[in-house]
């Protein structure tokens, strides 16, 4: 039975070891923007490299897997590129992401046979980020003001006019 087992064995593990592999990781998004990251495929079959289909894993999977889905990940989108000999998984969201980390479970696959990978991308603070937002503060109503505040106001604009008039 042992000797039957084995064969079987080692088929189901090449089959595996030929499937499509997330490598590395290359975030070009901060922490609080939308997600935009390449993630290199590596160990493609020639099957998958002429027609590798890509998709967020179910639900499920995270679930399963005892992981929360990233609220960002509602507005993924995936698209394989093909950048020289290398094959990209470019992953971006309209959402942003306001984790340091999160988890993306794909599928990969050729029709009638799918894989589930996961591949965690970290994420940094903004080195530069931009300037916050200076609101001037409201300009009261005349008819919110008292006669003093209006008389006073009425003088600065005097002397600012007599300044630029000499």
């Known amino acids: 039975m042992q000797h039957k087992l084995l064969p079987i064995l080692m088929c189901a593990w090449l089959g595996a070891a030929q499937a499509a592999e997330l490598g590395e990781v ?68 309209t959402r942003a992401v306001e984790a340091d980390y999160l988890h993306l479970f794909v599928e990969l696959g050729v029709p009638g046979k799918q894989e589930v990978r996961l591949a965690t991308i970290w994420l940094q603070r903004d080195p530069n980020p931009p300037a916050p937002v200076v609101v001037a503060p409201p300009v009261p109503l005349a008819s919110a003001m008292t006669p003093a505040q209006a008389e006073q106001i009425a003088a600065q604009a005097r002397a600012a006019r007599a300044a630029a008039s000499a």
């Open 26 to 93: 290359a975030p070009h998004s901060y922490i609080g923007q939308p997600l935009a990251v390449d993630i290199e495929l590596g160990s493609l079959t020639p099957e998958e490299v002429s027609g590798l289909q890509v998709r967020l894993a179910d639900a499920n999977v995270y679930r399963g897997a005892n992981v929360t889905m990233n609220p960002a990940l509602a507005s993924v989108r995936l698209q394989v590129e093909r950048r020289g000999a290398r094959q990209v998984l470019h992953v971006s969201t």
